[in-house]
């Protein structure tokens, strides 16, 4: 019995022990943290996705996650540098009960690109990791403050001139004259640039920045280089040229011969000077003499290639190969005008009419921005178009079949500075103090005809204050932002360097000839109309100009 009573309680404690095993909690298991999220941004309070321009100096940057943050893994997650890699300090505080972080930096420059980084390591005070990293950028805006003193408008046009002057003068090539393509060609010179150079050294005379004598001697060793020095094909000049010997520098592959609009811009100053040098003292007698040469052995009607029409390149390597009509709306009337005037390769109004102005067809019509456009391409093209003949040219009350050209340049300087202003592609800057679409470097390292039509964000000081005599009011105001507001970046020892993006927070410190001549010459021109007036007054250009039917008082 005992034996049986033993049993049955063993039965019995092996029975609870199988169901207190059956019936046991498992073990815990850690949770995993969950990842979080960005929420929201806002920057000086407005939120604009992930990029602003414009920000002041001290912005106060807010990001909002889904979680709370573990604040201890802030600074090693985030990170504010400027784009030229300089880390930026700043300071860090919190709302939201910890999901906000409110970012300050320190020390933030104007005109500067900067980005702020939030990577996957920052931590919620849970332990997860934020689930996409996000990058911030910001521009912040110009300086306002003035750079220079403030002086009257006519001391600053004149110290405009007087510095860009120094472009041609000073940085003139040592044994040629002639005006080096860039700051930075060496012996490379340019034939368009140069009679640019030659109007500018005549205005430098006439402001007396240098004395007649000095200007005198510098034109004599112009032309002599040019007369016995320089290559010629057919009495054109190429494009570019080596200023110590004379010989061709190859513009493109094709383009080593004759560039007939760039030898009508270099003939334009030649002449104009021709004009001014008028005194009866042998100095000035031979140089007029020699001027005249050089004009006449342009064989324009040659460059027709028997067509009625005229061909901008002829090389010695290769003929007519890059088979570039100079057809009209462009720059180069001057081309027109003075092939008509010359006095032995005259080309006939057939070319004029046939050629440039293809019977009609470089008319335009369309109204863009409110502006009817007489001529040209859609939205005007480049400004330059209504600089480079007009250097010399008189616009104002000039008109044959095609157009008025005080109304068509005065137009095309309107509809530039009505695009800038109303900034379609929203780059940042362009304003009504800051426009002037043209020809000029660009961020990128290379060169664009910048235009409505092809506008990568860059200005050109040369666009708005070369078209003074077209929109004095809007380019006075863009050559006070350029000097007072940009000068610390833009203002150098020739005078305004080429161009700026203030979107991209790129500024050229290059300087071109072509962009610098038209600033100082165009400036004359609205002051005193000096350089229309020496070569409208030219005999052959009155006749020649008649011959294409224009009809002008000048004439």
Known sequence: MRSLKVCLVLVGLSALCSCSKENKPPSPITPIPSSFSFNALKVNGVYNGLTYKGV???????????AVVNTSSVSNSIAFKSNAGATIPYSAAYQNNDSTIVITPAALQPITQYTLTVSTN???????????????????????????????????????????????????HP???????????????????????IMALVTGVNRQFITRAQGLARMQLIVGFLKNNAQKFHGAFPHWLNGATGAVVPFSAQDDGADLVETSFLMEGLLTARQYFNAASAAETQLRADINTLYNNVQWNWFQNGQNTLFWHWSPNFAWSTNQQVNGWNEALMTHVLAASSTTFPITKAVYTNGWAGNGSMKNGNSYYNVLLPLGPAEGGPLFFAHYSFLGINPNGLSDAYASYDVQNKAHAAINYNYCVANPNGFYGYSANCWGLTASDIANGGYNANSPTSDLGVIAPTAAIASLPYTPTQSLQALRFYYYKLGDKMWGPYGFYDAFSLDATWFATSDLAIDEGPIIDMIENYRTGLLWSLFMSCPEVKTGMKNLGFQSPNL
Do not use: H, M
């Open 56 to 66: 002041n100096t001290a912005p106060i940057i807010k990001i909002s996650f889904s």
């Open 175 to 197: 044994v040629s004259g002639l005006a080096r393509e860039r700051n930075t060609s060496g012996d490379v010179v340019t034939s368009g640039g140069s009679g640019f150079g």
């Open 122 to 172: 920052l931590k919620s005070a849970g332990g997860g990791n934020l689930q996409t990293a996000i990058a911030v950028n910001l521009t912040t805006a110009i300086d306002s403050t003035n750079k220079f003193p403030v002086i009257t408008d006519d001391q600053l046009l004149n110290l405009v001139q007087q510095q860009t002057f120094k472009y041609f003068y000073d940085f003139g």
